[in-house]
């Protein structure tokens, strides 16, 4: 199965530094032709959204999201996914987290979890999340893929899973 590589270059890179900069590699399926949906980076923050080729940010059936917290090192699992939640439950009141599998035995801690919203405040659309959240030695990463479902199939929870538990942090 061919897969789509997207190799996420989540924090600036110096030209004249010879450092080798930390990112998170996550193979996305090929067969959504992934196309960059938006952009943005601060001296803190770096934050992407892919989208399916045909699709806009706007209107999507299915999205993926990746962000880099530069400089956040050592943040526990349970509040990292904490933070996720209540700033999910801040628009969706009535979201619910459920939390797959977490590793904090390895060096790089992580988690798998979703949190599914029926709705939303002045929006009806719901939108389910499939969250990978790791730990890198120079930053916190945290990806989902999400979709407009009240609920995420259990197919759909494992095939995702398998996507994100075969990311690695690589040093280009």
Known sequence: M???????L???FNSFSQEKIENL???????YQWK?????????????????????VDNWTIIGTMMSIKGATGIP?????????????????????TIIEKNETDKNHWALFKIESPSF???????????YIIQGESSLY?????????????EFVAKWSKVFKSSELVFE
């Open 25 to 31: 590699k996550i193979n996305w399926p090929e067969e």
């Open 121 to 131: 405040k002045g929006d009806k659309t719901p939108e389910s999340q499939l969250y």
């Open 142 to 154: 945290s990806s989902f893929v999400a979709i407009k479902e009240k609920k995420l199939s259990s």
């Open 36 to 56: 960059l949906g938006s952009n943005q980076e601060t001296q803190q923050i770096h934050f992407m959204e892919i989208i399916p080729g045909n699709e806009s």
């Open 2 to 8: 061919k897969v789509f590589k997207l190799f996420i």
């Open 10 to 12: 989540l924090v600036a």
């Open 77 to 97: 699992m349970d509040k990292a996914i904490s933070l996720m939640y209540e700033q999910t439950k801040a628009s969706a009141p009535k979201a619910q987290l």
